[in-house]
């Protein structure tokens, strides 16, 4: 069965450092992949999709990739800021093309 | 829109009582999604549907949960008998699969069951 890993489950980092979050994961071929941010108390707000075909996906300070050889997405937060602070999950398509599997998340804290 | 619209926000209730969890999903949106997550296990999807319709009911834990959605604007989980373990918080998502496939989370139920 599908398994998805995120490195770590929590990550502190410098203001104005880039923060590296990798979500690996196994057993699994997915055409798409999905980064969402998760506050406490709250449901996840969807960040970023990236395709099987795309290498790179940028939104203002985020940057996805997606390496479908070695089955990882690395999520990069450039100029972090401790407004960042939050904890990032990764998702994955699921067997049925439109539902999803989650990573357990990585919790990051941006220390001013 | 208002989102995704859950409730109640916190349920607190004894081992063996009945629990119905209400969800409102986007106007519009053809795909409904109910998730758990706990500490432990991170968040599961229990069921989605599309069009009303139930599609994958597979992480539905226990013959005590049951999910429906009756029309495009409203759908329900229950849980009878509710037992400690089901302590979670519960969220309904949605989306508009038709045109992509980020999904929109509602605030959550934070389930207690004693």
């Known amino acids: 069965s599908q398994k998805i890993e995120q490195n770590s489950e929590a990550l502190n980092i410098q203001e104005g450092k880039t923060a590296t979050l990798t979500c690996n994961y196994t057993n699994y071929s997915p055409a798409y992949l999905q980064w969402y941010r998760q506050d406490p108390g709250r449901g996840p707000v969807f960040l970023l999709l990236?395709?099987?075909?795309?290498k790179e996906k940028r939104k203002e300070r985020l940057k996805v990739t997606f390496d479908t050889t070695l089955k990882q997405s690395l999520f990069h937060i450039t100029a972090s800021q401790p407004a960042d602070s939050a904890t990032y999950l990764c998702a994955l398509e699921g067997t049925g093309a439109n539902n999803l599997f989650f990573g357990t998340g990585t919790r990051l804290t941006v220390i001013p | 829109d208002a989102g995704v619209i859950q409730s109640p926000r916190h349920e607190v209730t004894e081992m063996g009582q009945e629990v119905t969890l209400r969800c409102k999903p986007i106007s519009g949106h053809n795909s409904l999604f109910w998730y758990r997550q706990t500490m432990m296990r991170g968040l599961e999807l229990l069921i989605y549907f599309n069009n009303n319709v139930p599609i994958d009911d597979s992480g539905m834990p226990e013959d005590r949960f049951s999910a429906k959605m009756p029309n495009a604007s409203f759908s329900t989980l229950k849980i009878q008998p509710s037992e400690p373990r089901d302590s979670a918080v519960y969220f309904c998502a949605s989306s508009m699969t038709t045109v992509t496939y980020e999904q929109y989370f509602g605030p959550g139920t934070r389930l207690t069951v004693t």
């Open positions: 990236i395709r099987e075909n795309e």
